[in-house]
Nanobody, 125 residues
Framework: HVQLVESGGGSVQPGGSLRVACEASGYASSSYCMAWFRQAPGKGREGVATIDRDVDTTYADSVKGRFTISLNNDKNTVYLQMNKLEPEDTALYYC????????????????????WGRGTQVTVS
């Protein structure tokens, strides 16, 4: 039974930092492309960052240079380090696992991911 559990969200002032984590169980996190998405109230789910099977990373333009995605295979955990946070980063952050564009689709498409966590709230104000 595949399960993704996010943690580490919270409230922070603009310019601050947070690290969110996603612990995977039921499979090895290195078997899938992993990604972080976010969804703000009244908006669609947006791809933030992804790390693929080759451990290559890709970021949305809006977070490039501020966020870092990383993978700890020993802990089966994916992290998203968020620095220089802005009010526009406020959202519910979701972890996802799947093909993530590995076979030619777009990593930002929610259809590329088979498994999702329930999300962790990040508020910047």
């Amino acid at each position: 039974h595949v399960q993704l559990v996010e943690s580490g969200g919270g409230s922070v002032q603009p310019g601050g930092s947070l690290r969110v984590a996603c612990e995977a169980s039921g499979y090895a996190s290195s078997s899938y492309c992993m990604a972080w998405f976010r969804q703000a109230p009244g908006k669609g789910r947006e791809g933030v960052a992804t790390i693929d099977r080759d451990v290559d990373t890709t970021y949305a333009d809006s977070v490039k240079g501020r966020f870092t995605i990383s993978l700890n295979n020993d802990k089966n955990t994916v992290y998203l380090q968020m620095n220089k946070l802005e009010p526009e980063d406020t959202a519910l952050y979701y972890c996802a696992a799947g093909n993530g564009g590995w076979f030619g689709g777009s990593w930002t498409s929610v259809a590329e991911y088979d498994y999702w966590g329930r999300g962790t709230q990040v508020t910047v104000s």
